[in-house]
């Protein structure tokens, strides 16, 4: 029964059961709490201009009489009763009397601002984790799209080569590229029909050509050279096994 808060509005300064007086010292200190503000502001007195914090008020011990209906003594020992025991800070002068609430917000937001902050956090701490989630499953689901190369077999090649009126030698072409580690340049080769057919764009002049000067490659463009030959060995032997 003694935690949490209730709320309540500041007209209740204005009705006649709270204006009945004298006040009780409970009812003095609820006035200091409606009397504060709740939000920052700047206030002009005597031509200056002073900020005013969220907490605080600007007042005076004559009004604080009249407000509580207690005399100028009563009014000094209660705001120095309350600052003894922590719960104001009081500056007085010639005009003006400042009351500074202690830890105004204990007693204003404490369910309500920290439940908000919390909510806030665990919102943004919520979010953060699924916009990563999202990310690693797109990442996972771009990873998933590339498409893995196959080696082609030989019978693979050999098939396209004659669609295309065996004008690449398919063991040349495999032989080329196994040794290669089926790469192109430093990259991996995504299509084998693209390089057959690029072979056939370059015959004479192509990629087995630009490596006269590797000797590793000597063997590959002597084959090359005997296309013809091969060709007809092979269909003899296909012929055979038909």
Sequence with gaps: MNEGWVKTYRSLTDHWVWQDKPFSKGQ???????MVNHCEKKVLIDGKLIKIERGQTVTSIRKL??????????????????????????KSDTKKT???VVNYSVYQDS???????????????TSQKHTNKNEKNDKNEK???IKRFTPPTYEQVFGYCKERNNSVDANVFIDFYESKGWMVGKNKMKDWKAAVR???RNRGTGAV??????????DCERNHDFDSLE?????KQLGDEL
Aim: proline share 1%; with cysteine.
């Design 209 to 218: 050509r630009r490596e006269k000067k590797n000797p590793a490659h000597l």
């Design 111 to 125: 369910e309500n601002e920290k439940t908000t902050e919390k909510r806030q956090s665990n919102d943004t701490e």
């Design 231 to 235: 060709q007809q060995l092979l269909q």
């Design 143 to 145: 990873k998933s799209n």
């Design 65 to 90: 009489c009249d407000r509580w209906g207690w005399s100028n003594t009563k009014v000094k020992r209660f705001l120095k009763m309350l600052e003894d025991d922590s719960m104001l800070v009081v």
């Design 28 to 34: 003095a200190w609820m006035d200091l709490l409606l």
């Design 98 to 100: 400042v009351i500074n």
């Design 198 to 200: 690029n072979w056939e």
